[in-house]
């Protein structure tokens, strides 16, 4: 069975070759250009869909910059609303690193690509200390590289749209 949105990100050139560090500080002879793939209102729109139809959920959350399309894609598919983690805690206007009120809501967490689960792990810690509920992180492409395991150690799963195995055997 064909994977509809590996078959997006192929179509879309997301997927690059040579040598590049990733934002985990790992070299990789693959670059997913996931930013890239989710400019496209098609692919955005699939994605968004994919993870509304599939998860339970009372409110979507992302860690900015990458993941907020995807939050808002899923918040649109849903009609849930949606929150924003800020990388930094902001210091002026309305101080708090989470946009939007989670406090006691079923949260998804939801990652562009994920690798080591930095990102992911930030935004677990972020939305749990503001009074979430989350043991679930969604991500568009699992690069398969550990991150299920940081999560897991954490209390949360991981779940994917796309294994990149799914993208390099593609």
């Known amino acids: 069975m064909v994977n509809p949105i590996a078959e997006l990100l192929l179509e879309s050139g997301a997927i690059e070759f040579g040598d590049f560090v990733l934002a985990s500080g790992a070299r990789s002879s693959y ?8 400019t496209n209102p098609k692919i955005l729109s699939a994605i968004g869909k994919a993870i509304a139809d599939d998860q339970e959920f009372d409110m979507v959350a992302g860690v900015a910059v990458g993941a907020v399309p995807i939050a808002v894609a899923v918040s649109l598919a849903s009609g849930r609303p949606y929150a924003i983690i ?3 805690e902001k ?3 309305k101080a708090g690193t ?3 009120d989670v406090a006691d809501k079923r949260v998804l967490l ?5 690798t080591s689960g930095g990102s992911a792990l930030y935004g677990l810690e972020a939305l749990r200390a503001a009074g979430a509920h989350v043991d679930r992180v969604m991500t568009v492409v699992d690069r398969e590289a550990g991150a299920d395991k940081a999560l897991a150690e954490k209390g949360a799963s991981l779940l994917a749209l796309v294994r990149v195995s799914e993208l390099l055997d593609g």
């Not at 670059?31 to 989710?38: E, L, N, S, V």
């Not at 939801?110 to 994920?114: H, L, P, T």
């Open 110 to 114: 939801v990652e562009d690509v994920i």
């Open 86 to 88: 800020r990388k930094a």
């Open 31 to 38: 670059y997913i250009d996931i930013k890239a793939a989710t």
């Open 91 to 93: 210091d002026h206007g």
């Open 98 to 100: 989470i946009i939007g």
